[in-house]
């Protein structure tokens, strides 16, 4: 005696329903062997369909052996069972369940797709079944342009796909016309005659005459059966005896895989292209919002050193205060600099110039014009300090300071408010009302490193500067400029003692250098360029929870989807992959837009309102981030579609 195909003994499935079970198979004993057309007959209800679950491994049953030639089905893996229901066998269901938004081709191709059969194989394969079942010109139809008898024979050439040893058809033409019935059963009679094993479920006896055996089942349980036809002994066909081995073999490599996965996300992002397009605004807002908030914080950044250093590092800035010894004047401002620190500073060991600085607010007239401008009173030394040289006449001299001159050199902002038509040099300016010659106009400056116009400005020899235009004598800055720059710290040192000694006593006064000038800038610059990243960031992770969100409905929209890739043998793993790709080509795809969106907002605001600078590392960081978005918020829901049992995915 051959061994059966299938051999089910004892087979019981019970369902809870709140406190009590209810029992839906009570012990089905069964052998049914390789080659048989067999015919389930039973009234609805009354278990046929729990049974033929069971038989396809969609399902497994709650007690009871059931083995696959010879192969105790209880202990497949997960990978095992994808395997028998994508090599051995092929579901014929009553409502079809076709893949709706794939045409008649594509539908029939999936289980081909899983056993990793190259596209344009698979594509002949099921155009020949499709013709064979006489569909030949409906090849590109989606389920929904065909009739009932023509999808339930895509669904066939579907389960032909693989070979079908086995075919599994519940109640094939319950939802079908009488001619298209009688179709589909000459159908399934000649796959019989072919050699597979057909194993037929229906309520009608009728259609249960096409069989060479009938089952009848009730409630659960076999009632009566016509038996094997000893005569036909059909061998157990090869492919499936040693499954185990055929099962863990890698057919499919990684790299096809994963094309095939990323094609099939793109197919069904067009599908749902509203979606896709609403997921896709949340990832390129977010990694849009990073490289333009990333840029703006570097380019502002770079933007100060570079200003504060083309005003060189060699300089040492003295500003009084600091600290309880501080006075203040009337008017606030610090007193404790005085021009006759400065000499004391200058003749200090490498140090190339000092120079003081006092600035005051004034309102400059000439000619009938007025302009609201600073007047920066200083030495003859300043234009050497900055490196900054008058471009028409001369700066002031130290003759000019010494006789408290009321002369002055006005920046090109001050000259073009009040000197439109040129020709300012000898002419007067009026500084609270006091008439100064002009000597000179300085260079063009640009911004001051703290963004002010360098140009609206107007220098005076700081003696006459006290004398007649702030009326004190107090110095708000003294610049020292060294030689050697190598030694900066030890002039700051003996800087800071010359100052004490000549303060008696008192440290009154703060000393910095340009480096710690610069440290604290880009430091204040770092906390902007954080802010900005961080609020770029957070609408990244929204984006992210945008994808999952979207993800997730997506998952709960398609679980029949799901359940039909799971009945054709999509392992566990392609179901994972699938709705992973499709989430992290959404995140990628968004990452491309967002990054080339965010270089195009950011290049505008360079262009109009403010420095930028792109860099590479932060766009690829961008763009990994909105890929990363892509996996972790993708997993969860992939995980839960993965994680679905067949029948029930089948049934939602
Ligand atoms: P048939 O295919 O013979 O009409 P089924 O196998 O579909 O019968 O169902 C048999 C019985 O099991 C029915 O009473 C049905 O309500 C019940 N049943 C089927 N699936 C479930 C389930 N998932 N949970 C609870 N009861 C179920
Ligand atoms: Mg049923």
């Given at each position: 005696?051959?061994?059966?195909?299938?051999?089910?003994?004892?087979?019981?499935?019970?369902?809870?329903?709140?406190?009590?079970?209810?029992?839906?198979?009570?012990?089905?004993?069964?052998?049914?062997?390789?080659?048989?057309?067999?015919?389930?007959?039973?009234?609805?209800?009354?278990?046929?369909?729990?049974?033929?679950?069971?038989?396809?491994?969609?399902?497994?049953?709650?007690?009871?052996?059931?083995?696959?030639?010879?192969?105790?089905?209880?202990?497949?893996?997960?990978?095992?069972?994808?395997w028998?229901?994508r090599?051995?066998?092929?579901?014929?269901?009553?409502?079809?369940h076709?893949?709706?938004?794939?045409?008649?081709?594509?539908?029939?191709?999936?289980?081909?797709?899983?056993?990793?059969?190259?596209a344009?194989?698979?594509?002949?394969?099921?155009?020949?079944?499709?013709?064979?079942?006489?569909?030949?010109?409906?090849?590109?139809?989606?389920?929904?342009?065909?009739?009932?008898?023509?999808?339930?024979?895509?669904?066939?050439?579907?389960?032909?796909?693989?070979?079908?040893?086995?075919?599994?058809?519940?109640?094939p033409?319950?939802?079908?016309?009488?001619?298209?019935?009688?179709?589909?059963?000459?159908?399934?009679?000649?796959?019989?005659?072919?050699?597979?094993?057909?194993?037929?479920?229906?309520?009608?006896?009728?259609?249960?005459?096409?069989?060479?055996?009938?089952?009848?089942?009730?409630?659960?349980?076999?009632?009566?059966?016509?038996?094997?036809?000893?005569?036909?002994?059909t061998?157990?066909?090869?492919?499936?005896?040693?499954?185990k081995?055929?099962?863990?073999?890698?057919?499919?490599?990684?790299?096809?895989?994963?094309?095939?996965?990323?094609?099939?996300?793109?197919r069904?992002?067009?599908?749902?292209?509203?979606?896709?397009?609403?997921?896709?605004?949340g990832?390129?807002?977010?990694?849009?919002?990073?490289?333009?908030?990333?840029?703006?914080?570097?380019?502002?950044?770079?933007?100060?050193?570079?200003?504060?250093?083309?005003?060189?590092?060699?300089?040492?800035?003295?500003?009084?205060?600091?600290d309880?010894?501080?006075?203040?004047?009337?008017?606030?401002?610090?007193?404790s600099?005085?021009?006759?620190?400065?000499?004391?500073?200058?003749?200090?060991?490498?140090?190339?110039?000092?120079?003081?600085?006092?600035?005051?607010?004034?309102?400059?007239?000439?000619?009938?014009?007025?302009?609201?401008?600073?007047?920066?009173?200083?030495?003859?030394?300043?234009?050497?300090?900055?490196?900054?040289?008058?471009q028409?006449?001369?700066?002031?001299?130290?003759?000019?300071?010494?006789?408290?001159?009321?002369?002055?050199?006005?920046?090109?902002?001050?000259?073009?408010?009040?000197?439109?038509?040129?020709?300012?040099?000898?002419?007067?300016?009026?500084?609270?009302?006091?008439p100064?010659?002009?000597?000179?106009?300085?260079?063009e400056?640009?911004?001051?490193?703290?963004?002010?116009?360098?140009?609206?400005?107007?220098?005076?020899?700081?003696?006459?500067?006290?004398?007649?235009?702030?009326?004190?004598?107090?110095?708000?800055?003294i610049?020292?400029?060294?030689?050697?720059?190598?030694?900066?710290?030890?002039?700051?040192?003996?800087?800071?003692?010359?100052?004490?000694?000549?303060?008696?006593?008192?440290?009154?006064?703060?000393?910095?250098?340009?480096?710690?000038?610069?440290?604290?800038?880009?430091?204040?610059?770092?906390?902007?360029?954080?802010?900005?990243?961080?609020?770029?960031?957070?609408?990244?992770?929204?984006?992210?929870?945008?994808?999952?969100?979207?993800?997730?409905?997506s998952?709960?929209?398609?679980?029949?989807?799901?359940?039909?890739?799971?009945?054709?043998?999509?392992?566990?793993?392609?179901?994972?992959?699938?709705?992973?790709?499709?989430?992290?080509?959404?995140?990628?795809?968004?990452?491309?837009?967002?990054?080339?969106?965010?270089?195009?907002?950011?290049?505008?605001?360079?262009?109009?309102?403010?420095?930028?600078?792109?860099?590479?590392?932060?766009?690829?960081?961008?763009?990994?981030?909105?890929?990363?978005?892509?996996?972790?918020?993708?997993?969860?829901?992939a995980?839960?579609?993965?994680?679905?049992?067949?029948?029930?995915?089948?049934?939602?």
């Amino acid at each position: 005696m051959a061994t059966p195909l299938l051999r089910l003994r004892n087979i019981r499935k019970q369902y809870s329903q709140g406190d009590a079970f209810l029992e839906v198979l009570k012990g089905v004993d069964v052998d049914i062997y390789a080659g048989e057309f067999v015919a389930i007959m039973g009234a609805s209800g009354s278990g046929k369909s729990t049974l033929m679950n069971i038989l396809g491994c969609l399902d497994r049953p709650s007690s009871g052996t059931y083995e696959f030639a010879g192969q105790e089905v209880s202990h497949l893996k997960d990978d095992e069972l994808a395997w028998l229901r994508r090599e051995a066998f092929g579901f014929v269901f009553q409502s079809y369940h076709l893949i709706a938004a794939s045409n008649a081709s594509e539908n029939v191709e999936i289980p081909a797709v899983y056993a990793g059969l190259p596209a344009a194989k698979r594509r002949e394969r099921a155009q020949q079944l499709l013709t064979r079942l006489g569909l030949g010109d409906r090849l590109y139809h989606t389920p929904s342009e065909l009739s009932g008898g023509q999808q339930q024979r895509v669904s066939i050439a579907r389960a032909l796909m693989n070979g079908g040893s086995i075919i599994l058809a519940d109640e094939p033409t319950g939802a079908l016309d009488s001619q298209s019935s009688q179709e589909v059963m000459v159908l399934l009679s000649e796959l019989a005659d072919e050699g597979h094993t057909v194993i037929l479920i229906t309520h009608d006896a009728q259609v249960a005459q096409h069989a060479e055996r009938v089952i009848e089942f009730k409630d659960g349980m076999i009632i009566n059966d016509t038996g094997h036809n000893k005569n036909k002994q059909t061998p157990l066909p090869p492919k499936l005896l040693n499954l185990k081995s055929a099962a863990s073999s890698k057919s499919v490599s990684v790299l096809v895989e994963s094309l095939e996965a990323i094609s099939m996300a793109l197919r069904s992002l067009k599908e749902n292209w509203f979606r896709t397009v609403l997921t896709l605004l949340g990832i390129v807002i977010g990694v849009g919002s990073v490289v333009a908030m990333l840029a703006i914080g570097q380019g502002a950044k770079d933007d100060v050193l570079e200003r504060f250093s083309s005003m060189g590092t060699n300089l040492l800035v003295v500003q009084p205060g600091a600290d309880r010894f501080a006075r203040r004047s009337a008017d606030g401002g610090m007193t404790s600099l005085l021009p006759e620190d400065v000499p004391v500073l200058a003749q200090l060991a490498n140090v190339k110039a000092a120079v003081p600085e006092s600035t005051t607010g004034v309102t400059a007239r000439a000619g009938g014009l007025d302009t609201t401008t600073r007047v920066n009173a200083t030495s003859a030394d300043y234009p050497m300090l900055r490196d900054w040289l008058p471009q028409e006449g001369v700066f002031f001299s130290h003759e000019d300071n010494d006789r408290y001159a009321a002369v002055a050199v006005i920046g090109q902002s001050v000259a073009r408010e009040l000197f439109p038509q040129g020709g300012p040099v000898g002419e007067f300016v009026l500084l609270n009302n006091i008439p100064f010659q002009i000597l000179g106009v300085m260079s063009e400056q640009g911004a001051t490193p703290w963004g002010q116009d360098a140009d609206d400005i107007i220098f005076i020899p700081l003696s006459t500067g006290s004398l007649r235009v702030s009326g004190n004598r107090y110095v708000d800055r003294i610049t020292v400029a060294v030689f050697d720059t190598a030694s900066i710290e030890q002039t700051e040192e003996a800087l800071r003692q010359a100052l004490v000694q000549q303060h008696n006593g008192n440290e009154d006064f703060r000393v910095r250098n340009m480096a710690s000038i610069v440290a604290s800038a880009t430091a204040a610059n770092n906390t902007l360029t954080i802010l900005l990243g961080s609020i770029a960031a957070i609408s990244l992770l929204v984006g992210g929870i945008g994808v999952m969100n979207i993800m997730l409905v997506s998952v709960t929209e398609r679980t029949r989807e799901v359940g039909i890739r799971m009945a054709t043998g999509a392992r566990t793993r392609n179901i994972l992959q699938q709705f992973l790709v499709e989430a992290v080509v959404v995140s990628i795809l968004g990452g491309i837009i967002g990054v080339l969106g965010g270089l195009g907002v950011a290049a505008l605001i360079g262009a109009w309102l403010m420095p930028v600078t792109f860099s590479i590392p932060i766009m690829v960081l961008a763009f990994a981030c909105a890929a990363g978005t892509g996996l972790v918020f993708g997993f969860t829901p992939a995980l839960k579609a993965a994680r679905l049992d067949p029948v029930i995915a089948l049934s939602s």
